[in-house]
């Protein structure tokens, strides 16, 4: 089992930044790709970012150029810094690892964009 907690979400107004972290704990020898998930209210969870072990990103086409996803493997974190914030960028951000025993889940974290 891996355990995940999140920390770093808030309000803040657009054009701001925030930087979302997740630690994870417990069996993470097993941990391959570490992410970042966002629900907004009325919509379907969506891939934001993911890191593999060996640094290779992906984004959605939403944030690329204002996020950047970070991992410190020796820390066991995933780092997650959103800049020029949108007010659609609001919604509840999950951390999420691919383990070799399957997919584990951040409690979430909520991002607000709003003046």
């Known amino acids: 089992q891996v355990q995940l907690v999140e920390s770093g979400g808030g309000l803040v107004q657009p054009g701001g930044s925030l930087r979302l972290s997740c630690a994870a704990s417990?069996?993470?020898?097993?941990?391959?790709?570490m992410g970042w998930y966002r629900q907004a209210p009325g919509k379907q969870r969506e891939l934001v970012a993911s890191i593999t072990s060996g640094g290779s990103t992906n984004y959605a086409d939403s944030v690329k150029g204002r996020f950047t996803i970070s991992r410190d493997n020796a820390k066991n974190t995933v780092t997650l810094q959103m800049n020029s914030l949108k007010p659609e960028d609001t919604a509840i951000y999950y951390c999420?690892?691919?383990?070799?025993?399957?997919?584990?889940w951040g409690q979430g974290t909520q991002v607000s964009v709003s003046s």
């Open positions: 417990g069996s993470i020898f097993g941990i391959n790709v």
């Open positions: 999420h690892v691919s383990t070799v025993w399957g997919p584990f």
